[in-house]
């Protein structure tokens, strides 16, 4: 005897469509950005291939990859923004390529990154001389440096963690990230701080070392959670930490 078939109506999907794709060894951002993006948006993560270490070449064979990543996005979807979870690998392969790459297999409106994101940012809070605070080898830390330098932000303060590997970096606890950036702002000539990295963990951190610095502090999961917001018309929940979500 066969079953019997039920009748069924379709939902009308309207809600705002984010994605991310991340990086395989990142720990750190798709749970930072579910906490910083509000319930009524319908988010979708995708994972991109990634080394273990960081250095400026495993950072740009990412870009082999990315393709491949947005493609495993649920066909046919249409998103109003998608966000590609990398600082440093954004430095090496550029923003133009990555939207590219990224809107080759996935329908999106418009395509950020951290970079980007962070010029967002601080073109919307009248940023343009800040310090970063970065986990990552001389050789990586010097490429971000000069590529937010080409967007007209001058970073003259710049310390570093000197880490290569993501296994170490999104273990760096609170009270280190604190410490190093209290010491690096300490006499600094600049109107802000940027955590760098997506995988390190300091979106807790940031109101406490705005209150104690009194100038905004930014990260790379903050900004660009921010910037896909801003490109897709939400509204930020009350929650989100920091000057930006404040102004």
């Known amino acids: 005897m066969p079953l019997p078939a039920f009748e069924y109506t379709l939902a009308d999907l309207t809600a705002p469509r984010l994605g991310l794709v991340a990086l395989q060894s990142d720990e750190t ?24 270490e960081v250095t400026s070449e495993t950072l740009s064979h990412m870009e082999q990859h990315l393709s491949a990543a947005a493609g495993l996005f649920p066909a046919g979807a249409e998103f109003d923004a998608i966000g590609y ?5 954004t430095a090496q392969i550029g923003p133009g390529k ?3 790459k990224i809107k080759s297999s996935a329908i999106a409106a418009h395509v950020t990154e951290p970079l980007s994101s962070l010029v967002a940012a601080c073109q919307y809070l009248g940023l343009s001389r800040i310090a970063i605070l970065s986990p990552y080898v001389a050789q990586v830390s010097a490429r971000l440096q000069q590529t937010i330098s080409k967007e007209g932000i001058t ?3 710049f310390g570093s963690f000197e880490v290569s590997t993501e296994a170490t970096v999104v ?17 600094a000539d600049v109107q802000g701080l940027f955590l760098s990295c997506t995988n390190l963990r300091a979106l807790g951190s940031i109101e406490r070392l705005e209150q104690k610095l009194g100038k905004p502090v ?21 929650s989100a930490p920091g000057q930006l979500f404040k102004d």
């Open 85 to 89: 979870g990398c600082t440093s690998g």
């Open 29 to 52: 951002i798709e749970g930072d950005m579910r906490r910083l993006l509000p319930e009524n948006v319908d988010f979708f993560v995708s994972r991109v291939a990634s080394d273990v």
């Open 218 to 238: 930014l990260s790379s999961n903050q900004v660009l959670a921010w910037h896909l917001m801003q490109l897709a018309a939400v509204k930020a929940p009350k």
């Open 171 to 187: 273990r760096i606890d609170a009270n280190s990230i604190e410490a190093a950036a209290i010491n690096l702002m300490q006499g």
């Open 98 to 100: 990555i939207a590219r």
């Open 155 to 157: 970073t003259p303060v």
